[in-house]
């Protein structure tokens, strides 16, 4: 177990440097978040309370973690492309400590995101410092093993040349779906529905109510927290159960 | 003790045999080239032989160990260059032994001394700091088997290890592995019949998945009647002889 641990760490902490390393990751995870951030707060904030702070803040951080499905699922499958996870495999280390090694990396990143979104909310906006920013911070990285997880599935599944494509769908799902972009008044009840049972709005909702500090503990924070840990268990455990079956065919 | 003994290993693939029925005995110590043309079977066989695939039928031994039911004892004592360069792109070459060093279980002191005596081997200590994408296919490809060379593996398979290499660093890595002649058992495969002249105890010829020839250089010259691999290896294959 010990030993385990060790291999853990060593593959969490080259998976970090290797996507850290990437300029292009860094754009993506944080300087296009934080951009989007300051820029739509600036532009819309006075227009409609969609963009104002307590509600742009926490959906910036659920729309940057989407890149996180990009990179976790662009590293596996170019590992599993090239000979360095096939040496990796004739070590004793054993495919639960590959895919713990990719989880674990990306969850640092998910916490920079979170905090340097939320200190620029902050400076921006500084009322919206408070203690339920803390909470935001850590109930972020629940929702960010959302999407890490659906980096594990399509990184198991896909080459590098589809993992694009593949995880832009996420993307452009939880820029979509979220609700986070435009007012939900007069949309069609389905779509509402659809919204509602996908994972991009529960997530999004999840940590704007935690850093609100919303009364309706069931409806706004229990009710989503429960669809983004079901959606999380369900894709990860697909994504383990691929990466086994790949890893034996190798 | 034979550090490999295979029994009647066989590998299919739907409609194909790639491995039929090989028996080898290789001894500790040995460094022993296989050589085919391509689709002979040699990657599957260094496949079944490091647990990467599992055989259809029959088994192999390292150091004992069936490759069926003991992969854990295997994998702590064996090590495997493939024929791609197989390192973290984004990792300097002293990060990449560190790393390495850490997933074979090795100390920090011990990782110091890997690291020291791999520089010395393989001339790596004057691109240390440099990130490995930054390097040339050469260094990348001595980096790729000083990997291999971290763990300390007892038995070692390099599937052709200087593949795409120019002459200079192919000389080089020929330096860098007679330099491991007894320490470990070492399984080679490659296309170029002068590395397998310059470098082996003893050769294997394969071809469609079966063992023509094992033997040394001696044998394989009488038995062919010509005087050098090359010649003997397309009379092997080409007559069967």
Known sequence: MKEASKRIFALTKRNLKEILREPVSLIFLLGLPLFLLVLFYYIFHNLTPQFEMQYLAPGIIA?????????????????????????????????YEFIAGYMLAMLPVSLVQSVLFFITAGIIEPSFFSVNMIWGVLCSLITAMLYIGFGILFGSLCNEKAIGGIASIVISGQSVLSGMWFPLEGINKNVITVMNILPFRPSAQFIQHIVSGSDAVFDDIIKPLIIVLAYTVVITTAGILIYNVKMKRQ | MAAIRTEKLRKEYKDTVAVDGLDLEIEEGELFSLLGVNGAGKTTTIKMLTTLTEPTSGDAFILGHSIKEDKKKIKEQIDVSMQQTAVARNLSVDENLEFYCRMRGKSKEET???????YQIFGLDKVAKKRTKQLSGGWQRKLSIALALAGEPKVLFLDEPTLGLDVIARRELWRAIESLKGKMTIVLTTHYMEEAEALSDRIGIMKDGKLLFVGDKTALFEKTKTSSVEDAFIKTVEEGV
């Open chain 2, 112 to 118: 110091e001394n890997i690291k020291k005596r791999t």
């Open chain 1, 63 to 95: 729309f940057s973690q989407a890149f996180l499905t990009l990179f976790v699922g662009l590293l596996m499958s170019m590992d599993r492309a090239s000979a360095f996870l096939i040496r990796l495999y004739v070590t004793p280390a054993g495919s």
